[in-house]
């Protein structure tokens, strides 16, 4: 395991601006003291060009540990991070942690904004479930302070531990899983990609497909595009009831539908039942998540299990080995689907 990576410090900025450190402590931290207008723009063009940023971490050493723990999570209204938030609750509680946490709403402008209160209040590191597409704002953040935890999306090009899923494997597990039971004409229904996580499960469905000889085809894709997804406060339920909305419009001779979680597919099942069209009788639907929930609706939910009480314990364990050892874990652990069978898909 390697040693911290080593942020941008002020010596740094003074020997490349070719000043003294008390001339670059003065000006980046507003001290009240006289100094040159042409040092004071050189410095701050140093530490711009530099991607430096302030390390309240290292501050906050200096009057000993906070025991606090920030955790980012895209929402609380969906099942699945309430369990996520049980693991990781469980680990800290444990280990003599304090868990923080804040939802983003989907929305990477207040996933930003939280980061910098977490560090603000100087907390001891931070889980975060990244919505953000953009990875140059955390890349400056981890250049700073490498304890940091990323789980549930799949986050390849940030030099840092994740903890996520194989939501490619959890596609294609799901389209095998139709066809296994006769199922060949097998339909789509999500919310658009804005979310790396949903590419990769449709990647996955079209990868188990075409490994039969078929195809998952643009008339059996529904994605619903929600004019200001991060604004709103997305109601995965009422998504599920407008995909099948449009399901249903469209006379799709789908046999099957692969639902992009568990809420869009309790919301699919209730529009489907509006219709008068029974679920498996006349269409199976298959979920994502394996939700708690997903065994008492009607019928119960077949669906992919992903394991969120285990990410999140697994999460805020590696960040605590961590903050301890003071090492960089070089974690990445991608946990592996599973299907839960029960009784929403028929065998034809």
Known sequence: MAKKTRGVTIPDIAKAAGVS?????RVLNGVDYPVRPELKERVLEVAKDLNYTPNIFGRMLKGGKSNDIGI??????NPFYAQVVSGIERECRKRGYN?????SYSDPEKEREFIHLLMQ???????????NQDSTFLKNVLKQQSNIVLFDQQTEDLP???ISFDFFEGGK??????????HRDIAFLTLSFVRKSRQSIYDGIKAAMKSHGLSLTK???????????YEDSIDEFENGRMLARQFIEANCPASAIIAINDIT???????????????PGDISIIGFDNISTSAMINPPLTTINQPSFETGRLAARVLIEKIEQEIDMNSNLLLKPSVVERKSVKRI
């Open 173 to 182: 597990l799901a389209a095998n899983y139709l066809i296994e039971n006769g």
């Open 265 to 279: 597919a309790f919301g699919i099942i209730r529009e489907m039942s509006d219709h008068g069209v029974d679920i």
């Open 160 to 162: 840092c531990d994740n």
């Open 72 to 77: 980012i999570i895209p929402t609380l209204t």
């Open 121 to 131: 209040k100087r907390v001891e590191g931070m889980l975060i479930s990244t919505i």
């Open 99 to 103: 868990p923080i946490f804040c939802s």
């Open 21 to 25: 450190t008390a001339t670059v402590s």
């Open 219 to 229: 008339e059996r894709t529904f994605i619903l595009s929600i004019k200001n997804e």
